[in-house]
């Protein structure tokens, strides 16, 4: 390959990024996440029991669609950068934080969380859980590091009945918009208090079009954590970021 040939090449695939990725932020923008089940190549299609995961590919973004709702995406060369807003925010939140010994994150997804965390803090004990295998055989197949660390194939509230002395949980459990109904039990959340240690912090991703949902999580967890939760809205998305720490 020429040197010309090369730079156009490089150019073409750098502007072809910037369709779907700020230049500003390094964010994937909203055109892409509104269409993004049909953009790209198909490279991994399963269907079963009402569940269609889909792995696309376009250039150096690989994504993970669940029922066409796109999950997590990634840049191959560098899996361990965020590109969702509401992730971005959340890696700001972490970064203010000391470096946790323990994370148990609650839903798997692409993986996106997992890559950020495994580069981020790299002495880290991450587990996560995941109760559909084929989503984590996607993980493993198109989206993880090398570093792969613990992952149970497993239910959440099966795995946080054993959990103790957790510094970070991370929710994340949202496959689509509607939430499931166990994220507004009082006994679920009464599990991850007792899993937390002393000052341990619990992350939610909340996906929410109405404020009654919202009202709703914040009543439970008062109840169970006492002390004040914090919400923050992502700009131009459904997404909240819940964050409530246990407290002596």
């Known amino acids: 390959m020429t040197k010309s040939i090369a730079l156009y090449h ?3 695939m750098l502007n072809t990024m910037n369709k779907y990725i700020h230049g500003s932020s390094g964010l ?17 299609w399963h ?13 150096q973004l690989r994504w993970l669609l669940i029922n066409n709702t796109l999950q997590s995406v990634i840049l191959t060369r560098s899996p361990q950068v965020l590109l969702f ?7 700001t939140v972490w970064q203010q934080r000391p470096a946790p010994k323990k994370i148990l994150e609650l839903g798997l997804g692409g993986g996106a969380i997992r890559n950020y965390l495994l580069k981020q803090y790299p002495r880290v004990q991450l587990t996560s859980v995941e ?11 198109f989206f993880a590091l090398n570093e792969q660390g613990q992952i149970y194939c497993e239910d ?6 054993s959990a103790v002395n957790i510094d970070w949980i991370i929710l994340d459990l949202f496959s689509e918009l509607d939430a499931p109904r166990f994220l507004f039990d009082l ?11 002393q000052r341990g912090i619990l992350f939610i991703n909340f996906l929410s079009q109405h404020s009654s949902q919202l009202t709703q999580l914040q009543l439970v967890l008062k109840r169970v954590f006492g002390g004040a939760v914090s ?17 002596l």
């Open 231 to 247: 919400i923050k809205k992502i700009t131009g998305f459904v997404n909240h970021i819940v964050v409530v720490e246990k407290t």
């Open 187 to 197: 006994c679920f959340y009464q599990t991850i208090y007792e899993a937390l240690a």
């Open 85 to 91: 807003p509401h992730l971005a925010y959340l890696a």
């Open 47 to 59: 269907n079963q029991h009402g569940i269609n995961i889909q792995v696309r590919e376009h250039q």
């Open 10 to 12: 490089c150019w073409f």
């Open 131 to 141: 109760k559909n295998p084929h989503i984590i055989d996607c993980y493993q197949d």
């Open 28 to 44: 994937i923008n909203r055109h892409f996440i509104e269409h993004s089940s049909s953009l790209g190549q198909l490279l991994y």
């Open 156 to 161: 959440a509230q099966t795995v946080l009945k």
